[in-house]
């Protein structure tokens, strides 16, 4: 087996890398020591289910975070951005990092990433550092932007700080510090971000946090295309109050079944617990839970804890408005959906002859779980899915967190060109908002490589 790729790396710059070596140049009169990047990602399968514990299939795509970074002893660290709508940040190298969860500007996606390496080595002073960031991936869109932040952020923090970690750990750091924004998201992001390998996707299995390699079917090609709708998750409360839907859910399966209540459990460890097979959740679930929404009392009274346990021990922050629960419909979604990953993954690894179709089946089973049972979708994204299952699509789903942002297309090879053109006219052109995004909404993707650290040549 060839060797995974190294963190640390010599490279000939690009265009891009001497473009931001001369902004850097210009902007601080100095050269930069090093740089870091982190990829975005597209999900292929395994919608929201990674913080409910199951196995998500995702591979990092060509965009990413780009970062040049110096060192210096001014106690600040400068934080700049190509993008002039990215305002400069500076802060002090000791002193608690804060972050505003409330006005959640770009700096603070960054600031997650620092302050997961100071906490986990309890450093004091951070090295003083100039950093600009350069980023390629669509923001708000459900390709990671954020997290590929937050993990450049922590892997140039660990390197101007001397400090050495595995990519696993990086990415269990990672997703742990980008909880600092308010969203309680998975690790899906920024396991893929590092742990990326050019040329396949990878099926992430957490606790313990693995990969494993998925090739993609050659006779098939991915295609991202952008709905042109942003959604920002950590101004918004629909990503918390589905992962507080699944954590209620998984208590009153728990509880039907007996299992210990005192801790927090997850979909999946309701299942590890039970030794049961996710056919069995599937009917686990339509024997204990109701298809109507559950008020708050309901739950309470199912659990047996007060108001204020609901609402110190199960509601985040800005969730503590919701009165009533899909719980039904979230945990059919996500015991689903963990299925369909396993499938996807084992009919790539079959080639049958008929695969693409099988994927590309499996692929709208996502999309119409995402849309009818946890309600993800919008009427933006419908348009477009429909349109590229219209355009030659085998299967096209919403991809990432969903309420705006990417969906992504199997299609077959040979007939790229004609999806692109037919998607093109029927979705960008008439629509000069989506017209004007066109070129950097709607493209091909392949699995690229991971995070890593570049020094010139
Ligand atoms: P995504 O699905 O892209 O991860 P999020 O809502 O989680 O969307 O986060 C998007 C946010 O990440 C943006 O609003 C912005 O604050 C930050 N971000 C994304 N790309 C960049 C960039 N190139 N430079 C600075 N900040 C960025
Ligand atoms: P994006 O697409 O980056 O908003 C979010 C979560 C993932 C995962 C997906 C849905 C974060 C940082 N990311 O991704 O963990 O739950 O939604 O599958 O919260």
């Not at 110096?70 to 500076?90: E, G, Q, V």
């Not at 709208?364 to 590229?388: A, F, G, K, T, W």
Request: glycine share 6%; with cysteine.
């Amino acid at each position: 087996m060839a060797n995974p790729p190294k963190l640390k790396t010599a490279v000939t710059a690009s265009e891009r890398l001497k473009n931001l070596r001369n902004t850097f140049g210009t902007r601080f009169g100095e050269a930069p020591v090093f740089y870091a990047c982190a990829p975005g990602r597209v999900n292929l399968i395994g919608e929201h289910i990674d913080y409910c514990g199951y196995a998500v299939l995702p591979m990092a795509i060509e965009q990413n975070i780009l970062t040049a970074v110096s060192m210096n002893n001014t106690n600040t660290i400068r934080l700049a951005n190509t993008n002039p709508n990215y305002k400069d940040f500076a802060l002090s190298c000791s002193g608690d990092i804060a972050i505003d969860r409330d006005n959640p500007q770009w700096h603070n996606y960054f600031l997650c990433g620092l302050k997961g390496i100071k906490e986990t080595f309890g450093i004091t002073r951070l090295t003083g550092m100039t950093c600009i960031v350069d980023g390629t991936i669509p923001p708000n869109a459900g390709l990671s932007s954020s997290s590929a932040l937050v993990c450049c952020a922590g892997l140039l923090a660990m390197e101007a700080n001397k400090k050495s970690l595995s990519k696993v750990e990086l990415a269990e750091i990672c997703a742990k510090s980008e909880r600092y924004i308010g969203t309680e998201g998975g690790g899906m992001d920024h396991s893929i971000s590092f742990l990326a390998e050019r040329g396949t996707a990878k099926l992430i299995e957490f606790q313990p946090l693995q990969t494993t390699s998925v090739k993609l079917p050659d006779a098939a090609a991915f295609v991202i295309s952008n709905c042109c709708v942003e959604m920002n998750k950590a101004t918004s409360s629909h990503f918390n109050i589905r992962v507080v839907e699944c954590l209620i859910a998984a208590k009153m399966l728990a509880r039907a079944v007996n299992l210990d209540l005192s801790r927090a459990l997850t979909l999946a460890q309701v299942q590890t617990e039970l030794n049961a097979s996710l056919d069995e959740m599937l009917a686990l679930v339509e024997e204990v839970l109701h298809y109507e929404p559950y008020s708050r009392e309901e739950i309470c009274k199912v659990l047996g804890i007060t108001a204020e346990q609901l609402s110190t021990d199960l509601l985040s922050a800005n969730t503590q408005h919701v009165t009533h629960f899909k719980l039904y419909h979230r945990a059919k979604h996500v015991y689903s959906e963990a299925a369909r990953v396993l499938q996807f993954k084992s009919v790539c690894d079959s080639d049958f002859p008929e695969s693409i179709q099988l994927l590309g089946e499996l692929m709208n089973q996502s999309h119409e779980s995402c849309r009818d049972l946890y309600e993800c979708s919008c009427p933006e994204l419908e348009q477009l899915v429909e349109i590229c299952l219209r355009s030659g699509a085998m299967g096209s789903r919403l991809t990432g967190a969903g309420w705006g942002g990417c969906a992504v297309s199997l299609i077959p090879s040979d007939s790229v060109d004609y999806f692109l053109q037919a998607v093109r006219g029927a979705y960008y052109l008439p629509d000069p908002h989506r017209a004007a995004m066109e070129k950097q909404s709607l493209f091909v993707s392949k699995p690229s490589g991971g995070a890593a650290i570049f020094l010139e040549e």
